[in-house]
DNA sequence: GTTCAAAAACGTACCCGGTACGGTTTATGC
DNA sequence: GCATAAACCGTACCGGGTACGTTTTTGAAC
């Protein structure tokens, strides 16, 4: 296909609506901003605008996703499900992001948690990998054993997201907050594997 | 305040709208009725169905919700909030739906089963009561362990709720369906208190 | 260079959910 | 009865998203 020049003038394009858009949604909050007001910054036409992000929600959420299932999926051998995640998450605090851009993940993380719909938004985004998780696990148990693992992964990955990116929101550094989310990873795993009969403090 | 005549009246044509709404709602989908149409078919000016129901979603959804953050601030002295959520959808389980019209619950399962929307919003509403649970948790187990309770038990909820919902769509008689979700109860809230660790066939 | 087909972008008009506004009916308390 | 507040109404509007037919750009072949 040769590297098209074609090729390069989309991603062009599309990085220029996204980085348009959320220069708007940072500067005066997701809602407030119309898409016609990102599409006309951006020199393109709505419908333009459209052909590359199906919704508004996908300008603010783009590259906002985890891949439980896939992590799942290509576990090694001998390894459980579970056992498998928390060194996949346990990885990622210590590591930190990596070699994504801090400054524009992090205008991300601020324009989402300022808005209550792109909250939801997430939330729905973490469902769907939930059901894709769900698939996986059923192949080692069965039935609801299977859904209701996935579900309580799901929640709990998702709960260790959400009090990540508060932290990064309200300016706690990249650093520290990772600090954070490594003994987070510990716990919430602890928890899933030993269950609430495990914590101290509580009879059963 | 006298059970007035207003009062009435009002009662009635909320339940009118209602009731055109879920009738059309489950002859042709969810997606495919404008508000117009019902607010047309149940005499009455779009402006006045926003008045009683704020959202389209609300027509279909209103009334499918569970109080789990009110289950838990009730609860017994001695009892541990997981204890008391356990008895609490046991005995739902045991009892069966109770004094609600069946008939209309049940096309209201049919109705949200059929249209990915209405699923995704009632996944939404249990993320409401997420927040109210982890609240009310946060009281006994302060942090993110709290948070973390509560995501998981809402997230096993759900699964049971939606396992439940998919059997009545799909035609199963509601006594089965009931004693489905009484074991399956119990076996969600093992797997709360006990851990993926205590699941057999699995070595840790 | 010219030509041509595919594809990207365009403008416009439209649908639908939801709101604002200002005016009209109707129950209720006096 | 009568005033008042609440329920209701019609219409016009907004914003997200789509349909459609047209124009521009691009890659490649001649």
Redesign the pocket.
Known sequence: M?A???ER??EQ?RRRISEVAMRLFDARGYEA????EIAEAA??????L???F????SLALDGVMDDTAAVVAGRGEGRTPLAALREHYRAMGARGVGDLDVEAMLTKVRVIAASPALVAGVQRTHAGQRAALAAELEDVHPGLTGRLMAAQITAAVTTLQEAFFQRLATGVPLEEAGQCLVEEVELAFDLLEHGFSSIKGEKS
């Open positions: 040769m098209g020049l074609r003038k989309k394009t901003v119309t898409v016609n020199g393109v036409a709505k419908v333009t459209f052909n590359y199906p919704t508004k929600e």
